[in-house]
């Protein structure tokens, strides 16, 4: 399974863009890159995921670079709601799909 | 759509005990997986059904853990007798396809006292 590191924590004032960058130097060809946000007494919750290049929906924005041994999720103009653990997984190698989760970065968003 | 349900949200037990938790995963999706955070550590990986199958069972810590999907809808994890090394948040995810993204509940907080 390959290993991922993160910040352990961020600090942004609201209506900033935030980048998380996430490196996976052992990723395998088969793998992609999942993100997930976790709140205080809730299960994580699925944000965005991609393979390579870029990736876009409502939320946010990962960025994957052509070698794939890293990835930076980028949350467009943050808000205190946003205030959360954000988990970076690999996923896939070898026909498994359990999820492998590090300690995330904690992100605390300042009025 | 509901998203995944677990019951009880809390459960407190003693030493030697029997718990069964409850995973109801969202409707037609045949992959369910559980996972567990323990005090102070991470999320980790505890098994992964396909419809009633076990398809990786292998975090399951010990053979005191005996999970259940009968009939491929909902799935019970029963810990027997209870130890207190076992007290944590147990979590429960679907999925449609085993590539697909996970969804997640939001856990059962079992206290073994």
């Known amino acids: 399974l390959a290993k991922t590191t993160q910040p352990i924590s961020m600090d942004s004032y609201e209506g900033q863009e935030v980048n998380i960058t996430c490196s996976h130097n052992?990723?395998?060809?088969?793998?992609?890159i999942t993100w997930y946000q976790q709140f205080p007494s809730q299960g994580p919750r699925f944000i965005i995921q991609?393979?390579?290049t870029k990736v876009t929906n409502e939320v946010a924005s990962l960025f994957i670079p052509a070698d794939r041994k890293s990835s930076t999720l980028s949350l467009p103009r943050v808000s205190l709601s946003d205030t959360a653990v954000y988990y970076c997984?690999?996923?896939?190698?070898?026909?498994?799909?359990?999820?492998?989760f590090g300690k995330g970065t904690k992100l605390s968003v300042i009025p | 759509e509901a998203g995944v349900t677990q019951f009880p949200s809390h459960s407190v037990i003693e030493k030697g005990q029997t718990v069964t938790l409850r995973c109801d995963p969202i409707?037609?999706?045949?992959?369910l997986y559980w996972y567990r955070r323990v005090m102070g550590k991470e999320i980790k990986f505890l098994l992964h059904?396909?419809?009633?199958?076990?398809?990786?069972e292998s975090g399951m810590p010990n053979n005191r853990f005996l999970a259940e999907r009968t009939g491929g809808t909902y799935s019970t994890l029963k810990v027997q007798p209870a130890e207190l090394e076992d007290s944590g948040v147990y979590f429960c995810?679907?999925?449609?396809?085993?590539?697909?993204?996970?969804?997640f509940g939001d856990g059962t907080r079992l206290s073994i006292l």
């Open positions: 995810a679907s999925s449609q396809d085993a590539d697909q993204p996970q969804h």
């Open positions: 052992n990723i395998a060809t088969n793998d992609y």
């Open positions: 991609g393979y390579k």
């Open positions: 997984l690999v996923v896939g190698g070898a026909g498994s799909y359990q999820l492998t």
């Open positions: 409707s037609g999706h045949d992959n």
């Open positions: 059904f396909v419809k009633e199958s076990k398809q990786d």
